[in-house]
């Protein structure tokens, strides 16, 4: 599966799930890694320092910021324009614990969109926190 998202500059960046990494097509067609180093991981980082495991969708916001679901490590990664990647969302582990992003835990990202206002939202599948019984 790739994810594909493009910027206000006509730039579009791809999530590579199978490469582990995050590629950028440039306004000169040139095709560029931009995070990630290929190697299957979860670490934050400057571009290519940082790693991925299974990225699978990602939005961009007004900002130029890419956020970024993976599906194996089930968190929200951001990626800033000058290249750092950190953790947005997700506690350690995998769960349906509620709370703020630092604290919330999701079982299965499986979408990720973003609105004019830059709030971002995912799907968490099997996440059954707000089910009633």
């Given at each position: 599966?790739?994810?594909?998202?493009?910027?206000?500059?006509?730039?579009?960046?791809?999530?590579?799930?199978?490469?582990?990494?995050?590629?950028?097509?440039?306004?000169?067609?040139?095709?560029?890694?931009?995070?990630?180093?290929?190697?299957?991981g979860?670490?934050d980082?400057?571009?290519?320092?940082?790693?991925?495991?299974?990225?699978?969708?990602?939005?961009?916001?007004?900002?130029?910021?890419?956020?970024?679901?993976e599906?194996?490590?089930?968190?929200?990664?951001?990626?800033?324009?000058?290249?750092?990647?950190?953790?947005?969302?997700?506690?350690?582990?995998?769960?349906?614990?509620?709370?703020?992003?630092?604290?919330?835990?999701?079982?299965?990202?499986?979408?990720?969109?973003?609105?004019?206002?830059?709030?971002?939202?995912?799907?968490?599948?099997?996440?059954?926190?707000?089910?009633?019984?």
């Amino acid at each position: 599966m790739t994810a594909m998202a493009a910027n206000s500059k006509g730039e579009i960046f791809v999530c590579d799930k199978y490469a582990d990494v995050i590629r950028k097509i440039q306004n000169d067609n040139k095709i560029v890694t931009i995070a990630g180093n290929g190697v299957q991981g979860y670490k934050d980082g400057k571009d290519t320092s940082a790693r991925f495991q299974d990225p699978m969708g990602i939005v961009v916001d007004s900002k130029g910021n890419l956020f970024i679901i993976e599906s194996s490590s089930s968190k929200i990664r951001k990626i800033t324009p000058d290249g750092t990647v950190s953790t947005y969302a997700g506690a350690a582990g995998y769960g349906d614990q509620l709370g703020t992003i630092e604290e919330a835990k999701f079982t299965n990202l499986g979408g990720i969109t973003i609105d004019n206002r830059d709030n971002v939202y995912v799907t968490d599948i099997n996440n059954k926190k707000d089910q009633e019984d």
